[in-house]
């Protein structure tokens, strides 16, 4: 899974990525329907994306980045009214295609990367 072009196929990247398509997931179901998943949840989507792209991490670590994006996701929501969050959710779900660009994607992207580089299980 990429997110742009420009997102690196490494390790760290996929991570980046995950995290990244997994905040915004996050976004649109809460915006959607009013509840956020759990991180079990997150981790369960988090597999199917990877095996699509022939890519798999193992489950203590899905489960990792399921949480952070849940972290990254109420932050987002906290801060934003509901009319931006909806616009942060579709903007983030859009910029999944590699040929859409978004400035505020990008932001959230370098703000995934912080949370990794950060944080001391990543």
């Known amino acids: 899974m990429r997110i742009r072009d420009d997102t690196p196929s490494t390790p760290r990247g996929l991570r980046v990525a995950l995290l990244f398509a997994l905040a915004a ?33 193992p489950l203590n670590e899905r489960r990792h980045i399921s949480a952070l994006s849940d972290q990254l996701a109420r932050q987002i929501a906290s801060s934003l009214s509901r009319e ?19 400035e505020f994607a990008q932001t959230i992207l370098a703000e995934c990367e912080k949370l990794l580089v950060g944080d001391p299980a990543s």
């Open 25 to 57: 997931q996050r976004l649109s179901d809460f915006y959607e329907h009013g509840q956020w998943l759990t991180e079990a949840q997150g981790a369960t989507l988090a597999a199917d994306w990877l095996a699509r792209s022939k890519n798999a991490l």
């Open 84 to 102: 931006a969050g909806l616009f942060a959710a579709h903007e983030m779900t859009e910029a999944l295609d590699p040929n859409y660009h978004s």
